[in-house]
C-alpha cells in the first residue's frame, strides 16, 4: 500500500505518543511529508518521565498474544500491515507469559529512532495550544493532552467532550524483593489448576460484594499454554489478606481539584477502589489465587499479588493490577505489607492521570474526521478506544484513511470482519454514554450462521481466521 511520494503534501501530527507515531511513520511510509510536533521536553505532564516519543507511562504490557484473543488478533493484523509500534514491540519484548510485554526504554528508543530517522518525518520539539490551523491535521495527544489544547478542542466540540483518570502501577528493583517469600510462576502452568478454571473463593470465604472487572479466559489459557515463571507471586494468608484490604481501603489518597469529575475505567481501576468494592473483591480480581501452588507449602495460597518483569533484565517489576491513587508515602507504607515486598524499593510510585476523550460516534465521520472541523482528524485514545495496541491501530487506520482521502481515492476501511475494522465499528458505534473500550470481541462482526454453533474458544479462532484472511485481501487490493 506504499504510494510515489508527494513532496506538495505534508500532514502536521500532534502528538509523539503510540497513535502519534504510527500515524506519522504510516503516512511518511507512502509518501507525505509530516512533521510531528510533540511537547516534550519542553512541557510534561505528571506521568511523564523521558523525552523519548512512543514512553509507555502506564504497564508495560501489550496483553494476550493467541489469536482467540481479540487483542492478540489485533497485534497480529498490526504485524502483517507493517505497524512500527508491533515492529519496536516484538524487537524489545521481555518474558510475560502468553502475553507480549516489553522493556519500555528500549521500546520508546527503537520507536523514537524509527521515526527521527525517517526522511518524510521532521520532529518539532513544542507544545500545540490550540487546534492548529494547517490543515490536514492530526491529533493524536491521547490521554495526556496539555490543558491548553483540551480547552480549545473542548470549545470545537462543545458538551460532549468528556474526561477521566487512569491509575498508574508502581515498580520495584528486583534486588529488594525478599526472593525467600515469592516464587515464580504462571497461572495454569505445570502443577497449576485446570485450564479454564473459574476463580473460585479462597478456603473459608464469602463471595464478594462486588467483583473486579473478569478477564478474558482466553487470555488465562494464554498464560498456561506458555508454560514458563515470567511471573513473581507474592502470597497472602487470610488474615495478610485482610489487612492489606484495610490498609488500602484506609489509606489517605491524592484528591481531584475541585472542578474536576473523577470517571475511572472499569478495565483499569485504582486498587483501592476495587478493595472498596468488598473485601473478596480482589482475591476474585488481580489477586486471584486460582493456577498457582506455593511450592514451600504444596498448596494454593489465600491470595497473590504478582509481579511482571519491567525489562529484559528483569532488573524491576510492576506490581500487576495494583494501579493506585494513594499518597506516596502511603503506598510505601501499604505495598510493604505484601510479602517479599517488606524491604522494596520503589523505582516509581503510582500515580494519577487523566484521559481526555470525545464522543466519537457523535463527533468523528467515516474518516476520523471532525465533522464540526473538516480536515481536523482524531486517533488514538483521544477518539475512545484504550490500550497501547488498540492507541496504535487507531492512529494506523486514520493515517491509512487520510491517505486515501489525500490521493483522491473512495475509502476503503478495513474490512469490519478484522480488528482492525473493529477500531472503527466501536468509534461508531452510539451508546447512551460512549466510553473509552479495549478491542473486544464484540467489535468485530459476527461469524455467519451457516458455522453452526461453536464453543466460545473455536468461534473466536474461526472468527480470526476469517479476520486473516480478509485483512490479507484487503490489504493485497491497496
Not at 518525518?121 to 513544542?126: D, G, L, P
Not at 476501511?413 to 461508531?428: C, D, E, F, K, S
Request: with cysteine; charged share 25%; hydrophobic share 40%.
Amino acid at each position: 500500500m506504499n504510494g510515489a511520494e508527494s513532496p506538495r503534501d505534508e500532514v502536521v501530527v500532534v502528538g509523539g505518543g503510540l497513535a502519534g507515531c504510527e500515524a506519522a511513520y504510516q503516512l511518511a511510509q507512502r509518501g507525505l511529508r509530516v512533521r510531528l510536533v510533540e511537547m516534550k521536553p519542553h512541557k510534561r505532564t505528571p506521568a511523564q518521565t523521558s523525552d523519548r516519543l512512543a514512553e509507555l507511562v502506564c504497564s508495560n504490557s501489550l496483553r494476550g498474544a493467541a489469536l482467540s484473543n481479540a487483542v492478540g488478533l489485533l497485534k497480529e493484523e498490526l504485524r502483517r500491515v507493517g505497524s512500527l509500534a508491533l515492529r519496536c514491540a516484538d524487537e524489545t519484548s521481555v518474558p510475560a507469559g502468553g502475553a507480549l510485554a516489553v522493556d519500555r526504554e528500549r521500546f520508546a528508543e527503537a520507536m523514537t529512532r524509527a521515526i527521527e530517522a525517517h526522511p518524510r518525518i521532521a520532529v518539532e520539539r513544542r507544545e500545540v495550544t490550540e487546534i492548529p490551523a494547517e490543515r490536514p491535521v492530526i491529533l493524536a495527544t491521547g490521554p495526556l493532552t496539555s490543558d491548553a489544547l483540551a480547552a480549545s478542542l473542548a470549545a470545537a466540540v462543545g458538551a460532549e467532550h468528556l474526561a477521566y483518570y487512569d491509575a498508574i502501577a508502581p515498580i520495584v528493583s528486583a534486588d529488594s524483593i525478599d526472593w525467600s517469600r515469592v516464587w515464580k510462576q504462571s497461572r495454569y502452568g505445570k502443577g497449576g489448576a485446570v485450564r479454564g478454571e473459574r476463580a473460585a473463593p479462597p478456603e473459608g470465604a464469602a463471595r464478594p460484594e462486588q467483583t473486579a472487572p473478569p478477564e478474558d479466559a482466553a487470555e488465562r489459557r494464554d498464560d498456561a499454554e506458555a508454560g514458563d515463571e515470567a511471573y513473581v507471586n507474592c502470597p497472602f494468608d487470610e488474615a495478610q489478606y485482610k489487612a492489606f484490604v484495610r490498609a488500602l481501603v484506609t489509606s489517605e489518597k491524592v484528591e481531584a481539584r475541585d472542578f474536576e469529575e473523577v470517571r475511572y475505567f472499569e478495565g483499569c481501576l485504582p486498587c483501592e477502589v476495587m478493595a472498596a468494592r468488598g473485601e473478596q473483591t480482589l482475591a476474585f480480581g488481580p489477586m486471584k489465587p486460582v493456577g498457582l501452588t506455593d511450592p514451600r507449602t504444596g498448596r494454593r495460597p489465600y491470595a497473590v499479588l504478582q509481579l511482571r518483569p519491567e525489562d529484559e533484565a528483569a532488573t524491576a517489576y510492576n506490581l500487576v493490577g495494583f494501579q493506585t491513587r494513594m499518597k506516596y508515602a502511603e503506598q510505601l507504607r501499604v505495598f510493604r505489607m505484601v510479602p517479599g515486598l517488606e524491604e522494596a524499593e520503589f523505582l516509581r510510585m503510582g500515580s494519577v492521570h487523566r484521559n481526555t476523550f470525545v464522543d466519537a460516534p457523535a463527533l468523528l465521520g467515516p474518516a476520523m474526521e471532525l465533522r464540526a472541523l473538516p480536515g481536523v482528524h482524531l486517533a488514538g485514545q483521544i477518539s475512545g478506544v484504550e490500550g497501547y495496541v488498540e492507541s496504535a491501530a487507531a492512529g494506523f487506520v486514520c493515517a491509512i484513511l487520510l491517505a486515501q482521502r489525500l490521493r483522491n481515492e473512495p475509502l476503503r476501511p478495513p474490512p469490519p470482519t478484522t480488528a482492525l475494522g473493529g477500531i472503527l465499528t466501536h468509534l461508531g458505534r452510539k451508546q447512551p454514554t460512549y466510553q473509552p473500550s479495549n478491542i473486544t470481541w464484540a467489535h468485530i462482526a459476527p461469524l455467519d450462521p451457516a458455522h453452526g454453533k461453536l464453543r466460545k474458544r473455536a468461534r473466536y479462532e474461526a472468527m480470526a481466521e476469517r479476520a486473516l484472511r480478509d485483512l490479507d485481501a484487503w490489504w493485497a487490493a491497496g
